[in-house]
């Protein structure tokens, strides 16, 4: 089973997400001291709907810590569901799962150069679908959410070659957010129940 959710990135979160987590607190004020106030309130955002997805399931989070792979990817210690985490601009999104899970959001937004950026990252046959989209920008974000997505559920960075990520074959649950008067594109691989929050319904 995997559930979704998003919430709006804001302040002011990160005593209740350490709290949650006291096993978990180097990862929570890891998350919490980037350099930029908006990263990590993003970051802090993002646990905080991970937080909320533990709730929806009912899983005790104080018995757990979060390690990072050999790959860098964040996952609960010594065992517990599988997790992603993805934001943009203003809204944070997390997935859970019983199973490796990825997910991503962008901010859906005029993009004149989705054309030429799909034909430099993406497949033959991704570029020609932005190319004959009625709307090519949010078609790019489609398959760009799906190519992040699917990056994470591996455990891989979005350093690696975009364009040998298949965004067209899989599957994918993919949901159009609404929050402070903007749109976002949220994608996670496979199968996902959407759990509504305060923020985002």
Known sequence: ????????????????VAGAFPLAAEHVLAAAGKKRRINAEQSVSGLYALLLLMRHIG??????????????????????PHFSI?????????????SPVGADVE????????????ARFFSEREAE?????????REFFRLW?????????????????????????GEFTERVLRFGGEEYLACVTGRAE????EDIV
């Open 86 to 98: 993805a934001h943009s601009a203003n809204v944070a999104v997390c997935a859970l799962s019983d």
């Open 59 to 80: 899983a005790d989070t104080r018995t757990l810590s979060v390690v990072r792979d050999e790959g860098g990817k964040p996952r609960f210690a010594p065992c517990g």
């Open 129 to 137: 679908c932005v190319r004959l989209s009625a709307d090519a920008p």
């Open 1 to 16: 089973m995997t559930v979704f959710t998003a919430v709006g990135v804001r302040g002011g979160r990160l005593a209740e």
């Open 194 to 197: 959407y759990i509504p929050t």
């Open 107 to 118: 901010l859906l937004r005029d993009k004149p150069d989705a054309v030429p950026l799909a």
């Open 145 to 169: 959410t799906r190519k992040e997505a699917k990056l994470k559920k591996g455990g891989e960075g979005v350093d690696r070659v975009m364009h040998n990520v298949d965004a067209l074959g």
